[in-house]
């Protein structure tokens, strides 16, 4: 193997690994979200913005995933 499959492989496995966590992590934040919406109406505003907050900080993860996925990629 020459080392831009390798590169290539390497990649693949930062961007999949990287992103399947952030993934669970939304669809889980989104669940209790609406979970506890369901149970108390009146606090939505409140669980809303810390749905939000929670949902932009795993999202950041995957960010990271990408910019190390472009760093193994990218620099010789």
């Given at each position: 193997m020459d080392?831009?499959?390798i590169r290539l492989i390497a990649t693949a496995l930062v961007m999949a690994v990287?992103?399947?966590g952030p993934a669970?992590?939304?669809?889980?934040?989104?669940?209790k979200a609406?979970?506890?919406i369901?149970?108390?109406p009146e606090a939505?505003?409140?669980?809303q913005t810390m749905a939000l907050l929670a949902i932009v900080f795993a999202?950041?993860?995957a960010i990271y995933a990408l910019v190390v996925?472009?760093?193994i990629k990218l620099v010789p």
């Open positions: 080392i831009n499959s990287g992103s399947i669970f992590a939304i669809g889980w934040i989104g669940s609406a979970d506890a369901g149970r108390n939505a505003a409140k669980v999202e950041a993860v996925a472009l760093i």
